[in-house]
T-cell receptor
């Protein structure tokens, strides 16, 4: 778990405001992911990035945006277009293909950011 | 896309008993099946995983079984202890498809003294 950090731990936002959640990793991982966790719904994939300067939409990308300008960083912006943004947001990273099959898929999670819209 | 169903949503066992959590998946191409444990207020952590070329894998008190034909896999915890109390998530992925994990909805396991 150590090596992937998220900030802030708690975040409050007024309706209509955009907010950016930070995710940083020093594990030298190629791949990074953003999940949203709601009670009773498990983890749902928002966006993921397999390599720097490239990212793809996950299952619930509407109202969110990301960038991947550096290998270590994958910030998530929750825009005002996201109708129900209050949730727990988890960032994860994995070695990707560079790790070989044994390590390819293990995703390591950050501690999460709890976003509340007031 | 992939769909993963997980049962039960809650499970209560007595300390020392076994616990079994079951998941089914829809995409026959999926070939990687991890299980994550999430304690209250903490991040999910991988506890065991299995690939489609293996039918069973064990690690001390935990084991996972996979039935590719039926497209289901299960987590087995033996000799449960209070520290096993947590939410457990199963997931499935096709490793040729960008390492995207699809998660089940989770099982709240409570081990009672």
């Amino acid at each position: 778990d150590g090596g992937i950090t998220q900030s802030p731990k708690y975040l409050f936002r007024k309706e209509g405001q955009n907010v950016t959640l930070s995710c940083e990793q020093n594990l030298n991982h190629d791949a990074m992911y953003w999940y949203r966790q709601d009670p009773g719904q498990g983890l749902r994939l928002i966006y993921y990035s397999q390599i720097v300067n490239d990212f793809q939409k996950g299952d619930i990308a509407e109202g969110y945006s990301v960038s991947r300008e550096k290998k270590e960083s994958f910030p998530l912006t929750v825009t005002s277009a996201q109708k129900n943004p209050t949730a727990f947001y988890l960032c994860a990273s994995s070695m990707g293909l560079a790790g070989g099959e044994a390590r390819y898929n293990e995703q390591f999670f950050g501690p999460g950011t709890r976003l509340t819209v007031l | 896309g992939e769909n993963v169903e997980q049962h039960p949503s809650t499970l209560s066992v007595q300390e020392g008993d076994s616990a079994v959590i079951k998941c089914t998946y829809s995409d026959s191409a999926s070939n990687y099946f991890p299980w994550y444990k999430q304690e209250l207020g903490k991040r999910p952590q991988l506890i065991i995983d299995i690939r489609s070329n293996v039918g069973e894998k064990k690690d001390q008190r935990i084991a996972v079984t996979l039935n590719k034909t039926a497209k289901h896999f299960s987590l087995h915890i033996t000799e449960t202890q209070p520290e096993d109390s947590a939410v457990y998530f199963c997931a499935a992925a096709f490793t040729g498809g960008g390492n995207k994990l699809t998660f089940g909805t989770g099982t709240q396991l409570k081990v009672e003294l």
